[in-house]
């Protein structure tokens, strides 16, 4: 089959499109055929090089897969042949306790597609049975292909982590991103009122296009003067974050009293400072948060065929121009998900 592959680490240029054998689905496993793959900020820091990630090269990439099932491994119960499919981008033992009690994310063994096993630049993909969702019937591979890791993300930040309520304001950073354009809607679905805060007053418009109430742009004006004029002095009850290093003093500025800031990345470095009379004086709280469980995807995708919830398509690219995906994404233009096409 034909694939984008990684031999070593470094800039978009390792990326090289090769032959390479079909994989055979084992026990209880199914063989996709892609036809769409969206790539993550994950995909460049992989390419890059991790620490303590141990690849086994040739590495594909990819982990948000929307394609068809192709064929089923021995034992599999998985839908037949042919059948749209969406995969879930975090892979578990679905048998320790952590499993069995539906947080499959804190399965000592979890792994994402394309980090810790082949992803989706490829023609195909092979996956535990439990990994296959029903693709929205509404939506095309490329706009399906939008949803999973961002969604699942963004899901579980604001809901089993931040708990947010009805009523209180959410300060989404990084708006224009994947996770934040999935973190406004989910706001916004949630009763809150959203305030997107991105470096564009384009991605601004496109942010206010998706249902945020107030839009700050971060690189021309004071993040935290423009909080708190918009609260009446209050500050916001969360701020959704994951640039790092960069806006991390400010978003806890943004904080109301008892407010919660949580990140689930470091795009700008993850060498944060706090000053801890700040946090037990003004009762903050800091969470972290990644990806998320199989369920709460199921949740998301609920809401996503009910039109409530909708993918972000940037752009596409044919899979053999995922070096160029890469250089789009590292240029921090895109508002919403970049997407390979894949060939049937």
């Known amino acids: 089959m034909k694939a984008v592959v990684l031999r070593r680490h470094g800039g978009p240029e390792v990326l090289q499109t090769e032959e390479v054998p079909t994989p055979e689905p084992g026990p209880k496993e199914v063989r996709v055929r892609v036809a769409a793959c969206a790539l993550n900020h994950l995909d460049v820091w992989v390419r890059r090089g991790l620490p303590n990630l141990k690849l086994t090269y040739p590495h594909i990439l990819g982990s948000d897969i929307a394609g068809t099932v192709d064929t089923l491994g021995p034992?599999?119960?998985?839908?037949?042949?042919?059948?749209?499919?969406?995969?879930?981008?975090?892979?578990?033992?679905?048998?320790?306790?952590?499993?069995?009690?539906?947080?499959?994310?804190?399965?000592?063994?979890?792994?994402?597609?394309?980090?810790?096993?082949?992803?989706?630049?490829?023609?195909?993909?092979?996956?535990?049975?439990?990994?296959?969702?029903?693709?929205?019937?509404?939506?095309?591979?490329?706009?399906?292909?939008?949803?999973?890791?961002?969604?699942?993300?963004?899901?579980?930040?604001?809901?089993?982590?931040?708990?947010?309520?009805?009523?209180?304001?959410v300060l989404v950073m990084a708006a224009g991103s994947g996770v934040g354009s999935a973190a406004l809607q989910i706001a916004r679905l949630h009763g809150c009122t959203v305030i997107a805060a991105a470096g564009s007053d384009d991605k601004l418009q496109k942010a206010r296009a998706l249902g945020a109430d107030h839009t700050i742009n971060y690189t021309r004006e004071d993040l935290v003067e423009r909080i708190r004029a918009l609260t009446g002095g209050h500050g916001v009850e969360v701020v959704a974050d994951h640039t790092g290093t960069q806006f991390w003093d400010r978003s806890l500025r943004c904080l109301a009293h008892a407010g919660r800031l949580v990140t689930v990345g470091a795009t700008s470095g993850f060498d944060a400072r706090v000053d801890l009379r700040h946090l037990f004086f003004r009762r903050l709280s800091l969470l972290g948060s990644t990806m998320g469980s199989t369920g709460d995807l199921w949740e998301v995708l609920r809401f996503v065929e009910q039109g409530r919830l909708r993918p972000v398509l940037d752009s596409t690219f044919p899979l053999e121009e995922a070096p160029q995906a890469h250089r789009r994404i590292e240029k921090r233009e895109v508002f919403g998900k970049v997407v390979l096409r894949v060939p049937s």
């Open 75 to 169: 034992g599999a119960h998985a839908p037949p042949p042919g059948s749209p499919v969406l995969l879930s981008p975090g892979v578990s033992c679905r048998a320790c306790a952590r499993c069995i009690e539906g947080r499959d994310d804190l399965c000592p063994r979890y792994g994402i597609l394309g980090e810790n096993r082949n992803g989706g630049y490829a023609d195909c993909v092979v996956v535990p049975q439990e990994n296959l969702l029903p693709m929205p019937p509404r939506l095309k591979p490329e706009e399906a292909a939008c949803i999973p890791l961002v969604f699942l993300t963004a899901w579980h930040m604001l809901l089993p982590r931040a708990q947010i309520r009805p009523g209180e304001t």
